[in-house]
């Protein structure tokens, strides 16, 4: 059982292989992550129980089933568990993710469409309810990406987004802290006041350039600091600026481009994913958060998905 003092998960490829090399070993890892405080039947209460080929888990008193893939992204799901532990370790060790196109590849399936589906439900595994907001000294900017654009070498599928950008600044050295970046329907006050709020914590000082958007934060307890073109004439913001420019090559290159407007903010949170734990030692330590969270997270199908219109 995994504990924080004790954590139980495959430091490299060469343990991750060994270690889940059949369905049943994926079963109990999964079973674990799912009942860390040990199983206990919804039906009789009883606290032991055992999973089954059919991915359930039957209470030893009273032989109630349980499925150990239901309630999590993976429900409904007839692949082994085999491809969605690879799944999720290909996403989360691989710098710069990986496309529906290398998925499939990887893993043998047959369709795009479903790599492209396990990739977007695993999205949704990335963001934690209530994770801590930003702190310190925080650069904010907003940003258009997409279409074509100066500088940025080939073409994106979708017309211009807006996007606002929060970057937490080290207080030695120019180093990036953690980000966040969010799709927004506009650059008014209103939609950047509610992505500093949502994001930064109360107190902090905020780095912007001169756009009036930002005149309330101060009223609403945050200090800002305006940059001004004229401090430095070449990059006024530098820090939330190298995120946007790392942010369209990931887009452009890992995804060639091919990412459609109404999926963005997921491609976002992907990004963000990644470069909150870029420097991350135990790359393992991400392959667990990931499948834990997919298994907190509720499952979302592959109609739900494509019907979304925000
Ligand atoms: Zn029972």
Known sequence: MWNESCPDFPRNLMEFDKRFNSE????????????????????????HGWTN??????CSNCNHQTSLIAGTIMQGSRKPLLMWFRAMWWVCTQ???????????ILGLKSTQTAWAWLH??????????????????????????????????????????IAVAVEMKE???GLGRIRIQHIPDFSASSLIDFVRQ?????????????????????MGFQRIILRISDSPENPLPHVNRVIAL?????????????????LQHYLDE????????????????????????????????????????
């Open 53 to 58: 080929k059919r991915n359930l888990v039957e």
């Open 121 to 162: 439900k695993l999205r949704r595994a990335m963001i934690r309810a209530g994770r801590e907001r930003l702190s310190g000294r925080v650069q904010v900017d907003d940003a258009f990406i997409g279409g074509e654009e100066p500088g940025v070498k080939g073409r994106q599928s979708f017309k211009k987004a807006r």
């Open 199 to 219: 994001n930064v914590e109360l107190g902090s000082v905020i780095e912007t350039d001169g756009w009036k958007g930002y005149n309330p934060i101060e009223k």
């Open 247 to 263: 942010l369209k090559r990931w887009l452009l290159g890992t995804h060639q481009g091919r990412v459609s407007i109404k999926h």
């Open 172 to 174: 030695t050295g120019r």
């Open 95 to 105: 710098k710069t993710g990986i496309s529906a196109a290398g998925l499939k590849r």
């Open 271 to 310: 990004f963000v994913f990644r470069h909150n734990r870029r420097k991350s030692k135990d790359i393992g330590l991400l392959f667990q958060r990931i499948l834990k969270q997919s298994s907190e997270t509720g499952p979302i199908t592959y109609r739900e998905i494509v019907r979304k219109t925000t």
């Open 24 to 47: 049943e070993a994926c079963r109990e890892y999964l079973f674990a992550q799912r009942w860390p405080n040990g199983f206990r039947c919804p039906s009789c209460a009883h606290g």
